[in-house]
């Protein structure tokens, strides 16, 4: 039988950071059930590549944070400038598609210019409730831009009705352009700066794998292997599978915050109620190592329906280290709504989309590939999470248990934002 101060569940980056932050102050173990630390901000090696879960990049902007980053990484780290790109009606054009639309057919450019000017003048206001995507981008935007790149995109990507979806993810993912850098974006020069991700940071070597595992190096209390099954938070007991119960006095969860309501067996009912109507894609990732590949494209979005995919990038100009000398390496990313995919088929039609856009010249430049799955991808923002949240969070602060990262607060952020409530989380349980 372990006994523990604080029992962290989960160790991606927000678990590891909290770890960091209570070693030599408290006695602690993260329980991590894979048998390497890192959750989703994982590298996997096959055949010489290195494969991330789909594209892991580091977006800082914190003091605090971007300094354990940073330092973490030491030399092993690389700052970019990103070259993301959008592919519709057969052409390029840079990202975000909504201030970029040099590259657009005359026709699709003229419909997106007058369609956000309209939509600009209108300045039309959102209602008192929570406004859904499909009219929030309308209001926004415009028709054109809505029809030709935010509604077929996010459909592909959110596999969720956009008639449901609400908006409170946007900011700061959707770029938000003046009338005039729309107007320059068409007619003019390219619009630069625009996006929370313009420049991000990237380790050299180990992919983003390297991170969780600078972090992860000085962790005394991580345990990995460990797969909680289920909880008491009342009676401070964890049930570990093949292994039997953790004692715990205190308790971060950074898991998925519908299954830790579901193992959690002091929950009310009324709290397993409304942990069970949250909701969350899956994304399906193929990694491919392919030879002869020339372009420096970081990655492009998808937005049409003869794409299977609504994202594909080039990890290898990340870092070259991820692939062998004359490789380069693909992640393409597919959204279900939780479906199984066919794995056979759509490889068939990957292959088929990145010869028309130019990606690649033929299939017999793949030398490698992997498929890897992300079950809970994007949490999906819907009234029932509006609804949900406050009746989870409510119970968790009475039981005075933070659940922190993208997914155990159930909401769509980037690395360095979990990597700061990992420090958070910790630094009010120290104060207790």
Same mark, same amino acid.
């Given at each position: 039988?372990?006994?523990?101060?604080?029992?962290?569940?989960?160790?991606?980056?927000?678990?590891?950071?909290?770890?960091?932050?209570?070693?030599?102050?408290?006695? %602690?173990?993260?329980?991590?059930?894979?048998?390497?630390?890192?959750?989703?901000?994982? =590298?996997?090696?096959?055949?010489?590549?290195?494969?991330? %879960?789909?594209?892991?990049?580091?977006?800082?902007?914190?003091?605090?944070?971007?300094?354990?980053?940073?330092?973490?990484?030491?030399?092993?780290?690389?700052?970019?400038?990103?070259?993301?790109?959008? #592919?519709?009606?057969?052409?390029?054009?840079?990202?975000?598609?909504?201030?970029?639309?040099?590259?657009?057919?005359?026709?699709?450019?003229?419909?997106?210019?007058?369609?956000?000017?309209?939509?600009?003048?209108?300045?039309?206001?959102?209602?008192?409730?929570?406004?859904?995507?499909?009219?929030?981008?309308?209001?926004?935007?415009?028709?054109?831009?809505?029809?030709?790149?935010?509604?077929? #995109?996010?459909?592909?990507?959110?596999? #969720?009705?956009?008639?449901?979806? =609400?908006?409170?993810?946007?900011?700061?993912?959707?770029?938000?352009?003046?009338?005039?850098?729309?107007?320059?974006?068409?007619?003019?020069?390219? =619009?630069?700066?625009?996006? %929370?991700?313009?420049?991000?940071?990237?380790?050299?070597?180990?992919?983003?794998?390297?991170?969780?595992?600078?972090?992860?190096?000085?962790?005394?209390?991580?345990?990995?292997?460990?797969?909680?099954?289920?909880?008491?938070?009342?009676?401070?007991?964890?049930?570990?599978?093949?292994?039997?119960?953790?004692?715990?006095?205190?308790?971060?969860?950074?898991?998925?915050?519908?299954?830790?309501?579901?193992?959690?067996?002091?929950?009310?009912?009324?709290?397993?109620?409304?942990?069970?109507?949250?909701?969350?894609?899956?994304?399906?990732?193929?990694?491919?190592?392919?030879?002869?590949?020339? !372009?420096?494209?970081?990655?492009?979005?998808? +937005?049409?329906?003869?794409? +299977?995919?609504?994202?594909?990038?080039?990890?290898?100009?990340?870092?070259?280290?991820?692939?062998?000398?004359?490789?380069?390496?693909?992640?393409?990313?597919?959204?279900?709504?939780?479906?199984?995919?066919?794995?056979?088929?759509?490889?068939?039609?990957?292959?088929?989309?990145?010869?028309?856009?130019?990606?690649?010249?033929?299939?017999?430049?793949?030398?490698?590939?992997?498929?890897?799955?992300?079950?809970?991808?994007?949490?999906? %923002?819907?009234? !029932?999470?509006? !609804?949900?949240?406050?009746?989870?969070?409510?119970?968790?602060?009475?039981?005075?248990?933070?659940?922190?990262?993208? #997914?155990?607060?159930?909401?769509?952020?980037?690395?360095?934002?979990?990597?700061?409530?990992?420090?958070?989380?910790?630094?009010?349980?120290?104060?207790?």
């Amino acid at each position: 039988m372990l006994k523990t101060d604080v029992l962290i569940i989960g160790g991606g980056l927000a678990g590891l950071a909290a770890a960091k932050a209570l070693e030599g102050k408290k006695d %602690y173990i993260v329980a991590e059930r894979e048998n390497r630390p890192g959750g989703l901000a994982a =590298t996997v090696r096959k055949g010489g590549f290195s494969f991330d %879960y789909s594209g892991h990049l580091l977006h800082l902007r914190w003091p605090k944070t971007s300094r354990l980053i940073l330092d973490a990484l030491g030399s092993n780290c690389v700052r970019l400038r990103r070259d993301a790109r959008v #592919y519709a009606h057969k052409s390029w054009t840079p990202f975000p598609f909504q201030a970029n639309l040099a590259g657009m057919p005359d026709k699709v450019k003229s419909e997106c210019v007058s369609g956000f000017l309209k939509a600009y003048g209108a300045a039309g206001a959102p209602g008192a409730e929570p406004e859904v995507f499909s009219r929030w981008t309308r209001r926004v935007f415009g028709e054109g831009i809505s029809r030709h790149f935010m509604l077929p #995109y996010n459909a592909k990507l959110w596999q #969720y009705p956009l008639e449901r979806l =609400t908006t409170e993810w946007c900011a700061p993912f959707v770029p938000m352009p003046r009338p005039e850098e729309v107007i320059e974006g068409a007619y003019g020069k390219k =619009t630069e700066g625009l996006g %929370y991700n313009t420049v991000f940071h990237y380790p050299k070597r180990g992919g983003i794998g390297a991170l969780a595992n600078a972090l992860a190096r000085r962790s005394g209390g991580l345990r990995l292997g460990l797969e909680v099954e289920s909880l008491n938070l009342k009676a401070g007991v964890a049930n570990v599978r093949h292994f039997g119960p953790i004692h715990f006095k205190r308790l971060i969860n950074t898991s998925p915050l519908n299954d830790f309501i579901a193992m959690t067996e002091d929950a009310p009912a009324a709290v397993k109620r409304a942990a069970a109507r949250l909701r969350h894609n899956t994304v399906y990732v193929l990694n491919l190592g392919a030879r002869g590949v020339t !372009e420096t494209l970081h990655w492009g979005y998808f +937005p049409g329906p003869e794409f +299977p995919f609504y994202r594909a990038g080039l990890a290898s100009n990340f870092s070259k280290q991820l692939a062998p000398g004359g490789c380069a390496s693909f992640y393409i990313e597919l959204a279900t709504s939780g479906a199984a995919l066919d794995l056979a088929s759509a490889e068939t039609a990957v292959l088929k989309g990145l010869k028309a856009c130019g990606l690649l010249r033929s299939a017999s430049q793949v030398v490698e590939k992997l498929w890897l799955k992300i079950p809970c991808a994007y949490v999906v %923002y819907n009234r !029932e999470r509006a !609804e949900a949240l406050p009746v989870i969070n409510a119970w968790l602060k009475s039981k005075k248990t933070p659940s922190i990262g993208r #997914y155990g607060a159930w909401k769509y952020s980037f690395m360095e934002e979990s990597v700061k409530e990992g420090l958070e989380a910790a630094a009010l349980l120290l104060k207790k």
